[in-house]
């Protein structure tokens, strides 16, 4: 009896670290990016946009003073700010950079900021991203020199709609494997207006009507091509989601970007991936800072 009840204890012991072993070849535990790192402090911050209250949690180096470099970073298609802040914005927070991560108002089905998936596209997220922005100018701690976009997968694709807007405040952006491909999909999937149901299927997931009405007559490259402030695209070449050629058509429209090929990375990127796009988005972005 005690050895089978040791053989058991012994299967969940290896059942359990190889969850452990696996979720971390996804997620990583978040680490500076620099030496020394820091300790970090999260504070919620909820950020008002239209009739929406977002919810949002602005992450600080602890015990840093003075305005600091800062990075808003957005979500992707039905994924929510946990994502943002535990893969690179710890490891930004940690590296001397104030961070703010935040949910779209129906981004997600259990979204913080409320709203359902059904009344949400890219273009209310815009509005979403364009209040965030306005708000975390404002604060206190924020280097005004030295305001950042970061976007992944959905989030890149309005992160790219909506830096246009901003260029006067902006100081550079980087965008992991962003969804240019949304308009396209639209236009193969309906012919008119008309012909989009109330309620339809998007990266397997329900959307409401509001979601694809825009995209049918809509040039994204057009709309994007008009920031032109530096960027950063990370794509990797196994993205079944959102394949390559997207990230590298946007890399040739803007008037200043950079692209960097992930060989093997799938969307989302795995582990080693997420490391390295870290390690790069922070080289980056501390390339571009104005250090007057």
């Given at each position: 009896m005690?050895e089978?009840?040791l053989?058991?204890?012994?299967?969940?012991g290896?059942?359990?670290?190889?969850?452990?072993?696996?979720?971390?070849r996804?997620?990583p535990?978040?680490?500076?990016?620099?030496?020394?790192?820091?300790?970090?402090?999260?504070?919620?911050?909820?950020?008002?946009?239209?009739?929406?209250t977002l919810?949002?949690?602005?992450?600080?180096?602890?015990?840093?003073?003075?305005?600091?470099?800062t990075?808003?970073?957005?979500?992707g298609?039905?994924?929510?700010?946990?994502?943002?802040r535990?893969?690179?914005?710890?490891?930004f927070?940690?590296?001397?950079f104030?961070?703010?991560?935040?949910?779209?108002?129906?981004?997600?089905?259990?979204?913080?900021?409320?709203?359902?998936?059904?009344?949400?596209?890219i273009?209310?997220?815009?509005?979403?991203?364009d209040?965030?922005?306005?708000?975390?100018?404002?604060?206190?701690?924020?280097?005004?020199?030295?305001?950042?976009?970061?976007?992944?997968?959905?989030?890149?694709?309005?992160?790219?709609?909506?830096?246009p807007r901003h260029?006067?405040?902006?100081?550079?952006m980087?965008?992991?494997?962003?969804?240019?491909c949304i308009?396209?999909?639209a236009q193969?999937?309906?012919?008119?207006?008309e012909?989009?149901?109330?309620?339809?299927?998007?990266?397997k997931?329900?959307?409401?009507?509001?979601?694809?009405?825009?995209?049918l007559?809509?040039?994204?490259?057009?709309?994007?091509?008009?920031?032109?402030?530096?960027?950063l695209?990370?794509?990797?070449?196994?993205?079944?989601?959102?394949?390559?050629?997207?990230?590298?058509?946007?890399?040739e429209?803007y008037?200043?970007?950079?692209?960097?090929?992930?060989?093997?990375?799938?969307?989302?990127?795995?582990?080693?991936g997420?490391?390295?796009?870290?390690?790069l988005a922070?080289?980056?972005?501390?390339?571009?800072m104005?250090t007057?």
């Amino acid at each position: 009896m005690i050895e089978g009840y040791l053989l058991g204890t012994a299967a969940v012991g290896g059942f359990v670290a190889l969850s452990v072993w696996n979720y971390r070849r996804f997620m990583p535990k978040p680490r500076p990016l620099c030496t020394p790192g820091n300790k970090i402090e999260i504070r919620p911050l909820p950020v008002q946009a239209g009739e929406h209250t977002l919810y949002g949690e602005l992450l600080l180096p602890k015990g840093a003073s003075g305005p600091l470099p800062t990075v808003i970073c957005c979500h992707g298609f039905g994924s929510s700010y946990k994502l943002c802040r535990d893969t690179m914005g710890k490891c930004f927070a940690m590296s001397g950079f104030a961070v703010y991560c935040f949910d779209f108002y129906g981004g997600s089905k259990k979204s913080r900021s409320g709203g359902s998936m059904l009344e949400m596209s890219i273009f209310t997220e815009r509005e979403n991203l364009d209040a965030v922005i306005d708000a975390v100018w404002q604060l206190d701690c924020v280097d005004k020199n030295n305001l950042f976009l970061l976007g992944e997968s959905q989030g890149g694709c309005v992160a790219g709609i909506t830096a246009p807007r901003h260029r006067d405040k902006l100081k550079a952006m980087v965008l992991y494997y962003p969804a240019f491909c949304i308009p396209e999909d639209a236009q193969k999937k309906f012919a008119r207006v008309e012909d989009i149901p109330a309620v339809s299927k998007t990266f397997k997931l329900d959307v409401g009507k509001v979601y694809n009405e825009k995209l049918l007559d809509y040039d994204i490259y057009a709309e994007i091509a008009a920031y032109d402030g530096p960027v950063l695209i990370l794509h990797g070449d196994a993205d079944t989601v959102v394949d390559v050629s997207y990230g590298r058509r946007a890399a040739e429209v803007y008037p200043n970007a950079r692209f960097e090929l992930f060989p093997g990375e799938i969307h989302g990127f795995m582990g080693k991936g997420k490391r390295r796009a870290a390690e790069l988005a922070y080289a980056f972005f501390r390339e571009q800072m104005d250090t007057n």
